[in-house]
């Protein structure tokens, strides 16, 4: 089903080649089409989960990518009670703040949650951000009995810089955000005016992959390029996002709007 999904809109499909296989890209040269796909995916992986499970737990990005997608998540019919949605990372400010992502994804889909999904953010506290990643740990434990829970939809973003969640090019998260144990890290702000310009939370690798099913999802020439340009050079340092895709388990469908 998932594959006649991403066949419905598409105008072109292309391999990416890498130092460790390739990696599948559908590219839809409207935003309407690449909407209405993302809006599929969705549907198919929640209501696989509840088929199967009772219940489905997803995770999503921030940012103005996404947004539309949380926007139209009211057109879907979901039995929405059953639903829990959480997120890939968020900046370390109160969730009312302009800066929040919390805010973005609360109010765009907010008429879900009045139909009774359940939101939670990463920003369990918002006096430090060691004591923040450590509160966000546990409501992610909570979600599985104390154990890490299996998500089943990862809707991640990424940026022009190769960023993908709150792990960047340059940073120093990169050291270890691949072999921790933890499920949720604390992020520093950068130095010299680069991203990231403020604390930020986010998921680990070990999190993020335990996915039953991840969707990249990414808009504009300039991101498809840097895309191209992280699969050829995996290395974490520089690409971010590249390294993730080459090692990541679960499997990953890239729309391209």
Known sequence: MTEDILQSRWNRVYKLESPTGHVNVRVYDDAEGALFVMLRLVEDALTTAISERGRALWIGAGGGTPKPVYEQLDTLNLPWDKVTLSQVDERFVPVDDAASNTKMMA??????????????????????????????????????????????????????????????????????????????????????????????????????????????????????KALEAAVADPNPDRSPIGAFLAQCPAPVDIVVG
């Open 107 to 224: 109010e765009a889909a907010a008429p879900l949650i009045a139909k009774g999904m359940v939101f939670e953010t990463l920003i369990r506290d918002i006096t430090d951000p060691v004591v923040c990643a450590e509160k966000a740990e546990a409501l992610l434990r909570s979600f599985n009995g104390g154990e890490a829970p299996m998500f089943d939809l990862t809707l991640l973003g990424m940026g022009p810089d190769r960023h993908y969640a709150s792990i960047f090019p340059g940073h120093p998260i990169n050291a270890m955000v691949y072999d921790t144990e933890s499920l949720v890290l604390p992020v520093e702000p950068a130095t010299g005016g680069v991203e990231p310009k403020l604390p930020r939370i986010t998921l680990s690798v070990k999190a993020l992959n335990r996915s039953r099913r991840i969707v990249l999802y990414i808009t504009g020439f300039e991101k498809e």
